[in-house]
């Protein structure tokens, strides 16, 4: 048996996909589903059983559950506008630490998601050495959640049980249910295929110009492939940036967008609404060497045709 922890949600569903796809069905799907919108994540795919976070959590805590051959932690709560640190802490520190800790006693390989939101504004660069990890100032509540854990995992001597992997800009299927986290794609989509302008955030930083800020945008296929070779080769362990190691501005994105829809280009830029404006990362790249030296073949879609590919998804309203 695998538990996949976050099984309904963005990265998990499509990594359940990628389990599907490979054979792989004695699944454990964990998660905290209190609406319809997620459950369309599950419909066609193959699993053994589902458990709610909650329930899932009392039995690690009683130790009352069969012992799986690997554990997937994708579930946290990954607002970056989220401001309820205790939430944040509990959800996404505390319960992963219960989580992984079960995972140590029993001698089962552990792999969780980090976050790119780590690096805060970039001053440390995107290394995902340890001595670099040690030092960054996440700019919100979530990604110093993230960071507390990545911190606990090197501070207590846990590097090598565990496979973290920093996600950077994902994007693509089963995205839909993430309210204000969904990607500019998705957001854009309907009016961009309407003709409609796109809707971009202008720069505050007099580096970048407007539409010019950058980010590393992972198609989410791309990213459970990734995923797929460290579940496979559990002794990879460590943390590692899981990125293009290529960034592209928004214009970019936007000019994709376009382009998969066959319309001209047309973008107008808003202002960043002032509460994330001091929080706000005008600029992301992974870097990916130590990545490429754990042996993942790491092939990346070029974001014009990972944009052309979501949108088929989006045209019909489908998912993985």
């Known amino acids: 048996m695998i538990i996949l922890t976050g099984g309904a949600g963005f990265i998990g569903s499509c ?6 796809k490979e054979g792989v069905s004695d699944v454990l799907i964990v998660d905290n589903i209190n ?25 690690v805590e009683k130790d009352d559950l069969p012992v799986p051959r690997h554990i997937i932690h994708m579930g946290a ?42 690096y805060g504004d970039g001053r440390f660069g995107y290394d995902d050495s340890n001595e670099n990890t040690l030092r960054l100032k996440p ?8 960071q507390l854990f990545d911190l606990w995992v090197l501070n207590s001597g846990y590097e090598d049980k565990v496979t973290g992997l920093k996600f950077f800009n994902v994007f693509g299927p089963n995205e839909y249910h993430k309210g204000e986290m969904v990607s500019v794609v998705y957001k854009n989509f309907a009016e961009v295929a309407k003709g409609n302008p796109m809707r971009l955030f202008k720069s505050y930083d007099p580096h ?14 791309d990213a459970v492939e990734v995923m797929y070779y460290f579940f496979t080769h559990p002794g990879k362990t460590g943390i590692f940036n899981l990125g293009t190691g290529q960034a592209c501005t928004w ?26 404006r001091d929080k706000y990362q005008y600029f992301t790249q992974a870097k990916i060497e130590k990545l490429k030296g754990s042996g993942c073949p790491c092939r990346f879609t070029p974001l014009k045709d990972a944009v052309r590919d979501y ?3 989006l045209k019909t309203g489908s998912y993985l």
């Not at 609406?35 to 039995?59: C, H, M, T, V």
């Not at 700019?139 to 993230?146: A, E, I, R, T, V």
Request: aromatic share 16%.
């Open 15 to 20: 990594f359940l996909w990628k389990l599907n």
């Open 208 to 221: 970048y110009k407007d539409g010019e800020q950058k980010r590393d945008f992972v198609y989410v296929k």
């Open 311 to 313: 949108a088929e998804y």
């Open 139 to 146: 700019l919100n509540m979530y990604g110093q959640s993230k």
């Open 35 to 59: 609406g319809p919108a997620k459950w369309k994540n599950l419909s066609g795919k193959y699993y053994l059983d589902y458990l709610q976070k909650d329930e899932f959590l009392r039995l």
């Open 77 to 118: 709560c990954s607002s970056t506008l989220a401001t309820d640190s205790s939430y944040l802490l509990s959800n996404n520190y505390e319960y992963s630490k219960k989580i992984a800790l079960w995972a140590f006693k029993h001698k089962v390989p552990f792999l969780y998601a980090s976050s790119a939101a780590t």
């Open 251 to 276: 214009n970019d994105l936007a000019r994709a967008m376009f382009s998969a829809v066959g319309k001209n280009p047309m973008i107008e830029y808003i202002g960043m609404p002032e509460q994330i």
